[in-house]
Antibody, heavy 118, light 107 residues
Framework: QVQLVQSGAEVKKPGASVTVSCKTS????????IYWVRQAPGQGLEWMGWINPNSGGADYAQKFQGRVTMTRDTSISTAYMDLSSLRSDDTAVYYC???????????WGQGTLVTVSS | DIQMTQSPSSLSASVGDRVTITCRASQSIGRYLVWYQQRPGKAPDLLIY???TLQSGVPSRFSGSGSGTEFALTISGLQPEDLATYYC?????????FGQGTRLEIK
């Protein structure tokens, strides 16, 4: 069965960086995009960007340009999201999701809580 | 960026009711619209894609309609387990923007 399993919760200080991993199984990793979406406490969903695991090409929301990097390791079917220069308003649950170009996220990871606090 | 606006922001309905949530796009997106259900404390679940295609395993009481800039999600025969927040998302262009969500409460 398709599974996306994310790394565990993180606590970071302002200015630091965080890496969230998303290990996939049960399907051909290079056949689907990986979305990254975040959700601040009590707030809605926010699309951060996506990566094409086949090519490695990524597309980021303007808001995160310069601070986010999405990568993948095809040998272990895992995607990564790096977010730098963390601020308190980056405190959120970060999700990865599998997607085709038009169908949205059909399988999601369990979410990773990133807390930014001094 | 394409702005997605949902209405209402919240609603309360009884078991068995028919409920409709609307989503408006700031420009035409064809039928590139998906709907998600997010139960409290859980990741979103895909309900509908391409505006009206039901994702495998989703109960038939959920349906989607619309094209261009106006879309709707209808739940026919509300069930207690439908307590959730519902989001639309456009999949026409990047960034793949979401609506702000509609919180559905069961009376």
């Amino acid at each position: 069965q398709v599974q996306l399993v994310q790394s565990g919760a993180e606590v970071k200080k302002p200015g630091a960086s965080v890496t969230v991993s998303c290990k996939t199984s049960g399907y051909t990793f290079t056949a689907y995009y990986i979305y990254w979406v975040r959700q601040a406490p009590g707030q809605g969903l926010e699309w951060m960007g996506w990566i094409n695991p086949n090519s490695g090409g990524a597309d980021y929301a303007q808001k995160f340009q310069g601070r986010v990097t999405m990568t993948r390791d095809t040998s272990i079917s895992t995607a990564y999201m790096d977010l730098s220069s963390l601020r308190s308003d980056d405190t959120a649950v970060y999700y990865c999701a599998r997607s085709t170009s038009s169908t949205g996220g059909d399988y999601w990871g369990q979410g990773t809580l990133v807390t930014v606090s001094s | 960026d394409i702005q997605m606006t949902q209405s209402p922001s919240s609603l309360s309905a009884s078991v068995g009711d028919r409920v409709t949530i609307t989503c408006r796009a700031s420009q035409s997106i064809g039928r590139y619209l998906v709907w998600y259900q997010q139960r409290p404390g859980k990741a979103p679940d895909l309900l509908i894609y391409d505006a009206s295609t039901l994702q495998s395993g989703v109960p038939s009481r959920f349906s989607g309609s619309g094209s261009g800039t106006e879309f709707a999600l209808t739940i026919s025969g509300l069930q207690p387990e439908d307590l959730a927040t519902y989001y639309c998302q456009q999949t026409s262009r990047t960034p793949r923007t979401f609506g702000q969500g509609t919180r559905l409460e069961i009376k």
